[in-house]
C-alpha cells in the first residue's frame, strides 16, 4: 500500500554513452573500487576520518568530490557492518567495479534538449568526460524532467555502474520545499475509476457530489488493436525485426496517451479545494474472490498500474496526495441507496435491481470509489445524496485541458429528474 509518499526518489536509467566512451566509465569504476578499499584499510588501521579523504584521493585517479562521496559511502558501509560479504570476508579484499558515487553539478551533470531527451556528463575522471544521453521509463524520465525545469526539485548524488554488463546510473532527487499534504486535510476526494477505454472521475465533498466527468480514449483500444493485427500479420511473415519495431511503436503511443490522460486528470484535480485522489488498489484483490469478467478484463487490456502511478506522481508534484484502497464491490454498489448486486452492472450501463437508478456504470463505480475513502479516511461525511450531476464526456484530451468546452454525451439525453442519465452501449 502506497499511504504516504515522500518526495524523494531514485530513478534508474540505462546509459546511451557516445562513442567509445564506456572504457572510460569501466576504468573509472574499478578506481572507485579502489578508493571504496582504501577508505577501509585506512579506517581499520585507526586514521583519524577527517584525514582519510585526502588520503584516499591521493592514491586514486578520481574526480575529487566523487572520491569523497565513495570515502563518505565506504564509512557508513563499516559502520553499519556491511563491510563483510555473505562469507565473511572483508569485502575490501574485494576487487571488480564498485558504483561511481557523484554529486550533481560537481561529478556529473545534466541536461533536457532541444528534442526532448536527456544528455549527461559524468566526470569519470579529472578532466575526462563520459558524455551521452539517458534511456529508461517515461515514468523515471519525466520525473528527471520536471526535476530539471522545476525550482522546488533537486537533483542530488548519482550512481554510474554496471549492472549485467549494462552502464547505469541512479539518480536521487528531492522535493525541497514541501511534502506532499497529508491526506486528512483533504476537503475534497476523487474517485478514480481506471478502465480500458476511459477514466471516470468524481469529486466529493461535504456539500455532496462537486462534479464529474469521464475521459474518454477510444483509440488507445483502437490502435492496440490495429498493432495487434499488423504483428499478426508479420509473425506469418517470419518477420521479426519488424514485430519488435511494430512493438515499440505501439508502446510509445499508448505511454504518450496515458501522459496525457494522466495530465487532463491532475489539471482537473487542481481546481478543487484540497483535493486527494483516491484509486482501487489492484494489486489488494483476493484470488478467491471473483470480481467477474470485467476486472479480468482490466487487467489485461492496459497497463493500469502505470496510469495509475502517472497520475499519482503528476498529482504529488501539485501537491495532491494519492490515496490508495480495496476495489471490493465498487462497480456493483449503487452510490445512491448502496445496493450491492453483481447484476446491476452490464457493461457500461448501471441499473440498481433495488431503486432502479440508471447510471453510467463507470461514473457509479468513481462515486462509489471516492465514498469509500470518505467513510474510511476523512473526518467529514459527505450528506446522503439524492442525485448526481449530469455525466460530462470528454475526448481525447491532447491539449491537456478537460474544462475546455467539453462534450455532453448524446446519451445523457434522457435527463431525469434525479440528475441520472440513461446510458447504453
Ligand atoms: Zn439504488
Not at 546511451?16 to 578499499?37: F, K, M, Q, V
Not at 483502437?222 to 508502446?251: C, N, P, V
Not at 452490464?346 to 467513510?375: M, P, Y
Request: hydrophobic fraction near 35%; aromatic fraction near 6%; proline fraction near 4%.
Amino acid at each position: 500500500m502506497m499511504e504516504s509518499q515522500a518526495l524523494v526518489k531514485t530513478l534508474d536509467f540505462q546509459l546511451d554513452i557516445e562513442s567509445d566512451n564506456e572504457g572510460l566509465l569501466h576504468d573509472a569504476t574499478h578506481e572507485s573500487r579502489t578508493a571504496y578499499n582504501e577508505t577501509i584499510r585506512l579506517a581499520k588501521a585507526g586514521i583519524d576520518r577527517r584525514e582519510i579523504p585526502d588520503r584516499v584521493a591521493d592514491g586514486v585517479d578520481l574526480v575529487k568530490n566523487t572520491t569523497q562521496r565513495i570515502v563518505a559511502k565506504a564509512l557508513t558501509a563499516m559502520d553499519s557492518f556491511h563491510e563483510h560479504d555473505d562469507i565473511g570476508l572483508p569485502s575490501h579484499t574485494k576487487s571488480g567495479p564498485y558504483p561511481l558515487r557523484a554529486n550533481y553539478g560537481e561529478g556529473y551533470t545534466l541536461s533536457t534538449t532541444g528534442t526532448g531527451d536527456v544528455a549527461f556528463r559524468i566526470s569519470a575522471k579529472p578532466y575526462k568526460h563520459v558524455i551521452g544521453f539517458l534511456d529508461g521509463s517515461e515514468v523515471h524520465l519525466d520525473i528527471l524532467k520536471t526535476a530539471l525545469s522545476d525550482d522546488c526539485w533537486s537533483i542530488g548524488t548519482a550512481e554510474a555502474m554496471f549492472h549485467d554488463g549494462t552502464p547505469e546510473l541512479h539518480v536521487t532527487v528531492t522535493n525541497t520545499e514541501q511534502q506532499v499534504r497529508d491526506k486528512q486535510s483533504s476537503r475534497t476526494v476523487v474517485g478514480v475509476d481506471v478502465n480500458e477505454d476511459n477514466v471516470a472521475l468524481t469529486a466529493v465533498s461535504k456539500n455532496g457530489v462537486d462534479d464529474t466527468v469521464i475521459i474518454d480514449f477510444p483509440e488507445i483500444k483502437f490502435e492496440r488493436h490495429r498493432y495487434f493485427t499488423m504483428r499478426k500479420r508479420i509473425q506469418k511473415a517470419g518477420k521479426w525485426s519488424m514485430h519488435d519495431t511494430l512493438t515499440g511503436r505501439e508502446e510509445r503511443f499508448v505511454r504518450d496517451r496515458l501522459h496525457k490522460i494522466s495530465r487532463s486528470v491532475v489539471e482537473w484535480a487542481t481546481r478543487l479545494e484540497n483535493p486527494c485522489i483516491v484509486f482501487e488498489d489492484l494489486k489488494e484483490m483476493p484470488d478467491r474472490i471473483d470480481y467477474g469478467a470485467r476486472m479480468n478484463r482490466r487487467l489485461h487490456r492496459l497497463p493500469f498500474r502505470a496510469l495509475q502511478s502517472f497520475m499519482s506522481y503528476k498529482a504529488a508534484f501539485k501537491n495532491i496526495p494519492t490515496v490508495w484502497i480495496d476495489p471490493a464491490y465498487t462497480s456493483q454498489r449503487c452510490a445512491l441507496c448502496g445496493h450491492i448486486e453483481r447484476t446491476n452492472r452490464n457493461r457500461k450501463r448501471f441499473k440498481c435491481r433495488s431503486c432502479g437508478r440508471q447510471d453510467h456504470a463507470d461514473r457509479n463505480a468513481s462515486v462509489n470509489i471516492a465514498l469509500k475513502e470518505v467513510k474510511q479516511g476523512q473526518s467529514w461525511n459527505v450528506p446522503a445524496l439524492n442525485s448526481l450531476p449530469q455525466v460530462r464526456k470528454v475526448r481525447r484530451p491532447a491539449s491537456g485541458a478537460v474544462d475546455a468546452p467539453s462534450v455532453t454525451h448524446p446519451l445523457a439525453r434522457g435527463h431525469q429528474t434525479d440528475g441520472s442519465v440513461g446510458v447504453s452501449d
